[in-house]
Every structure is written in C-alpha cells, then in structure tokens.
C-alpha cells in the first residue's frame, strides 16, 4: 500500500451523548492535522451545547437549522452553508425542519474525545 493512502475510519454511524448520529469520513490518529465527520440531527432535536479544543466548521448539506456560536442569537442554516466554529466557544445546532439535518464537520486539528467539553448542567 502507498503511503499516500490512510484508512479513513469507522464509515459506520452511530450515536453520540450531543444528540445526533456521527459517520467518521476521516478520523484516524495517523492523520492528525483534520477530521471529517458527517452528522446527522434528527428533526426537532437540539444537539448538546459543548466547547471543542479544536477549530472547527460545519458545512451544511440538507435540511433546515438554527446555529448558535459563541452566545450569539441562533441563526437560520441550510445547504450551501458554512459555519466557522473558534476553539473553545460555545456551540449547538437545532433541526428547525421536517427532514434530517445533515452537515460535515470538519475539526483542525483532528476530533478526539478529549477536547469535547459539554456546557449543560447535569
């Protein structure tokens, strides 16, 4: 095998503690400068207000949402959007449709469980 090629990682899609479903595209410790996940939010759900230790942008491919960043007011997403995320502010997205909403996330560096820090009150 060439060393150009890497083994992309679970293709699988599962739950996560956020509320929504992940299929990790590419999220492998051998390839540490980015990770790419798609999610998907199932309508009427909020995912879990958290912090990453990473940058991180959601590039949004079907349905509707409302995204909040950093504290501000929630606003209105869709396909075609992108949405920057700083390392460590505070971030969530709601399914405002009828339908599925699906995005990529894509985290530089990569995503690793570590750096999730969940902003709810348990």
């Known amino acids: 095998m060439s060393n150009?090629?890497?083994?992309?990682?679970?293709?699988?899609?599962?739950?996560?503690?956020?509320?929504c479903f992940i299929r990790?595209?590419?999220n492998t410790p051998d390839v540490s400068d980015f990770s790419l996940a798609e999610t998907r939010v199932e309508a009427g759900v909020t995912t879990e207000l958290h912090s990453l230790a990473v940058q991180e942008w959601y590039v949004l491919?079907?349905?509707?949402?409302?995204?909040?960043?950093?504290?501000?007011?929630?606003?209105?997403v869709g396909p075609?959007?992108?949405?920057?995320?700083?390392?460590?502010?505070?971030?969530?997205?709601?399914?405002?449709?009828?339908d599925d909403l699906v995005f990529y996330?894509?985290?530089?560096?990569?995503?690793t469980p570590d750096c999730y820090v969940s902003l709810e009150e348990k």
Do not use: M
């Not at 150009?4 to 509320?19: C, L, S, T």
């Not at 996330?105 to 995503?111: E, M, T």
């Open 4 to 19: 150009h090629i890497k083994k992309a990682g679970n293709p699988d899609e599962f739950w996560i503690r956020e509320r």
């Open 24 to 26: 990790e595209i590419a």
């Open 61 to 76: 491919t079907q349905g509707t949402g409302a995204v909040e960043v950093d504290g501000e007011k929630p606003t209105a």
């Open 80 to 98: 075609g959007d992108i949405v920057e995320i700083p390392a460590g502010v505070s971030q969530r997205i709601s399914n405002t449709g009828d």
């Open 105 to 111: 996330c894509v985290c530089l560096p990569r995503f």
